[in-house]
C-alpha cells in the first residue's frame, strides 16, 4: 500500500539554526500538508499546499517557516531560525483530493532543538 | 473556535470484546466525517470515512455510525486486539485543515 515517507525520523539542531524536514507524498496526490504535534498535545495544522501554492496556513506557520515541492516527487518545510520551542514531531500528510478525502500521513520527524 | 470533543478520554476493554469510541462533532454543516488511530511513536492512520449522505459505514472489523441530529459519530471496533491500542481521533475539518481533539486512549487488554 502507498505511503508518505518522511525523512529523517530524528532531527538535533541547535537552537537558531535552520532546519529541512522532507516528505515524500504518495504519488498520485495533489494535496500536501503538515501538521505538528509538541509532546502531550494535540496535533496541529501549520499549511496545506497545491498546485505549488500555499492553499491554507495556521496562525502557527509564521514567517520563520517556508514550504516547497522542490521537484516532482518531495515536498519540504524549513524552520529558518529555529527556537526551543519548535520542538514536536512534524506529520507530512498527503492527499488525492481536497475535502471528503482522507488525509494520509507519514510517521513523522521527530524534531528536538538544543 | 470550534470545539472537537470526546465523550471519554480513556478507554480500557478486554481483547476479544467489541470497542465503542464516540465523538461529538461541532459544526452542523460537516459533510465528511474521519477516523484516525494514533499509535506510540507514529503518525495517525486513516481507519475509515463516512459522507453525510449515509449514517452507518462498515469496514474490516470497524464500524462507523453517524447521527446528524445531534451531532455524533462513533467508531465501533469488532473483537478489540491488542494491536488496536492507541489514540483514536475523529478530526473535523474546514477548508483543507483538520482540527484535532486530544483523542481517546484505548487499551486493550489481554
Known amino acids: 500500500e502507498p505511503e508518505v515517507t518522511q525523512t529523517p525520523s530524528h532531527q538535533v539542531t541547535q537552537m537558531g539554526q535552520e532546519v529541512i524536514l522532507r516528505c515524500v507524498p504518495i504519488?498520485?496526490?495533489?494535496?500536501f500538508y503538515w501538521y505538528r504535534q509538541i509532546l502531550g498535545q494535540k496535533v496541529e495544522f501549520l499549511v496545506s499546499f497545491y498546485n505549488n501554492e500555499i492553499s491554507e496556513k495556521s496562525e502557527i506557520f509564521d514567517d520563520q517557516f517556508s514550504v516547497e515541492r522542490p521537484d516532482g516527487s518531495n515536498f519540504t518545510l524549513k524552520i529558518r531560525s529555529t527556537k526551543l520551542e519548535d520542538s514536536a514531531m512534524y506529520f507530512c500528510a498527503s492527499s488525492e483530493v481536497w475535502g471528503n478525502q482522507p488525509q494520509h500521513f507519514g510517521d513523522g520527524t521527530r524534531l528536538s532543538i538544543l | 473556535g470550534e470545539s472537537v470533543g470526546l465523550h471519554l478520554p480513556t478507554l480500557s476493554v478486554q481483547e476479544g470484546d467489541n470497542s465503542i469510541i464516540n465523538c461529538a462533532y461541532s459544526?452542523?454543516?460537516?459533510?465528511?466525517f474521519i477516523w484516525y488511530k494514533q499509535e506510540s511513536g507514529k503518525g495517525p492512520q486513516f481507519i475509515i470515512d463516512i459522507r453525510s449522505n449515509m449514517d452507518k459505514r462498515q469496514g474490516q472489523r470497524v464500524t462507523v455510525l453517524l447521527n446528524k441530529t445531534v451531532k455524533h459519530l462513533s467508531l465501533q471496533i469488532a473483537a478489540t486486539q491488542p494491536g488496536d491500542s492507541a489514540v483514536y481521533f475523529c478530526?473535523?475539518?474546514?477548508?483543507?485543515?483538520?482540527?484535532f481533539g486530544e483523542g481517546t486512549q484505548l487499551t486493550v487488554n489481554p
Open positions: 478530526p473535523e475539518g474546514s477548508g483543507s485543515r483538520l482540527t
Open positions: 504519488s498520485n496526490h495533489l494535496y
Open positions: 459544526n452542523s454543516a460537516s459533510d465528511y
